[in-house]
């Protein structure tokens, strides 16, 4: 039995919490941000197609932050809140085990990020370099569920959990093959989830991270538009009902140019995508990055955003809606600036970058306004 501890409890935080605790093989604490009360006092409802409906689950324990939890040894820290460095980088969240006492008392655990972003380990790789213990231990993931969280203590989940656990190693681009040390500990951090979560092993970090990870992400720009038009991406594959009535879904006026102009974007965006994975060294291989990557995820988007049944709305658009902040330099920016050092051209992501970058500084404006107001009681005055 380990000690997990987990921090976040939205719609992945609480699918993988709960399948953590439901292997038995660990003792689980959850820091709940933003919905500890509701946690604490009637625990989470998970509406799961793939473990059921569970009401009122709690993990071992929940606690509001990581201050509160920083009082024993942990084996593994999982991180599963959004990555936005403009508000708030990892070590900063992180930071009550990355200093004293905590540093002085216990051993570094390994970190486990369940989040969407390229590069986003360096900052809390240097973090744990500086304090000079051992190599630091980071698992970067790709997640794939369709979950989404529609009240603070209430997560709709669909009929699959799917990990890519890949081990970060620092600067190196090149490396296909893990090493027996490496191995054991992917294979020990799959052991702690139950079997109804699919953990798959990967040995190129940065190519799980371009492609196994942001396929889910390279269709950002469409997620961005439903703040005007409120169609998810169904609007794109979905074709129209039959029987039981449904939307969106393709109308068939214009699905001709659907086809050939938007979903032409998708498979444009992936090909700039391998460019930029063979710019970083990996070749054409099942090993390195194999062409045949691009149809796969084509496919698998015609499939995931197909079914009728699947009305999973992207957390991009929810968190358009709800005016919070986007993953916009980790996703979009982390690749514009790294096809620069290599000289790669990616107009397609760039300009999907440009305009972003304006989308999130407004949000930013308006959130930064809203606390200052708050700050000096001129809530409610405009």
Sequence with gaps: MKDVLLVGLGAVGSVLSYSLNLSQRVRLTTVARGNYKQIQNAGMNLKSE??????????????????????????HVMLATKCIPEVIKTPEILKPLLSPPYSNRFQQPTYVLLQNGLNIERDLYHAIKSLGQSEPRIVNTGIYLLANQVAPNVVTHGP????????????????????????????NLKGLYHAKCRCHYISRDSTQEICEKYDKRCVFWL???????????????????????????????????VEKYTKGWIRDILMELVTLGRALGYPDSEDGLPSSIMQQYMTTLEKDYSTPSIDHRPSTLLDIENGYPLEVEVIWGELVRMAKERNVDIPRIEMSYAILVLVQNQILRQRNSKLLRENTGLAGKV
């Design 223 to 257: 997620e961005l538009s439903d703040k005007f038009n409120r169609f998810s991406l169904s609007a794109v594959y979905r074709p129209p009902p039959t029987d039981t009535p449904y939307q969106p879904y393709v109308e068939p006026a214009t699905a001709d140019r």
């Design 160 to 187: 699959f959990v799917q990990m890519f656990l890949g081990l970060y190693r620092h600067n190196d681009f090149t490396t296909t093959v893990n090493s027996p040390q490496e191995q054991a500990l992917l294979e």
């Design 50 to 75: 793939r473990y059921g409906d569970i009401k009122g689950w709690k993990p071992d324990r929940v606690v509001s932050s990581v201050a509160d939890a920083a009082d024993r040894q942990y084996s």
